[in-house]
């Protein structure tokens, strides 16, 4: 923990899988990595996310009795979306009203921010559907944020890690100006980075060599 009673990630802890592939080969993917880090011996499961359907799909059928957290940081940036859309001709409204949903937010008050919401009265048929849309995704995932919570547990509630791996093992290497890949190279590479940001390239030349 830090001085402020955040967790603090252990230093070259993190280990990284990935491919271009359907999300169903993934959960198989996370799922086995997951197993060589020791997930038979570990006391507690946690698997966070940005809130998408196919995460949780994931986590019910690889990690059953999971504790599920939606990132912290994905839920305010519904809470800003919304305010800006529902208050877009008062910006200072609109920054008010999302400064106190999020101090609720991170008390994990996600029925108190629901009656907000249900209490707004948009004119506009598109921001009705928004704010519906809104509603459903805090009402949906409100056992996944209950952060006050989960802090008190010594957990962590945001994805930041996850995120920057993204950027370092495919955006930096594959997403360039000018790069073309194929989806059979474009595996190639990402199975590279992540052996060899997880501190296991030895292994994957092995195996490699071995096949």
Not at 135 to 146: H, L, P, Q, S, W
Request: aromatic share 10%; proline share 2%.
């Amino acid at each position: 923990m830090d001085e402020k009673g955040y967790a603090v990630r252990d230093e070259a802890s993190t280990s990284y899988v990935g491919a271009i592939e359907p999300a169903s080969e993934f959960g198989w993917r996370i799922y086995a990595e997951a197993l060589r880090r020791g997930l038979r011996r570990a006391l507690q499961v946690i698997v966070i996310g940005d809130g998408a359907s196919w995460i949780w799909n994931i986590a019910d059928e690889h990690f059953p009795g999971a504790l599920q957290i939606v990132d912290l940081y994905h839920a305010r940036e519904h809470l800003a979306d919304l305010s800006k859309l529902i208050f877009e001709a008062k910006p200072e409204r609109a920054k008010q009203w999302c400064a106190a949903r999020s101090r609720e937010l991170d008390q994990g008050a996600v029925e108190l921010i629901l009656r907000r919401m249900r209490g707004l009265r948009p004119p506009a048929a598109s921001t009705q559907e928004a704010l519906r849309k809104e509603i459903n995704y805090f009402a949906t995932n409100k056992e996944r944020m209950r952060y006050a919570t989960f802090r008190a547990q010594g957990l962590f509630v945001g994805s930041g890690v996850i995120e920057a791996g993204c950027r370092t093992i495919v955006g930096q290497r594959l997403k360039e100006s000018g790069m073309y890949w194929s989806v059979r190279g474009a595996n190639a590479i990402i199975a590279r980075r992540c052996a060899e940001l997880s501190g296991r390239l030895e292994d994957f030349w092995a195996a490699r060599a071995a096949s």
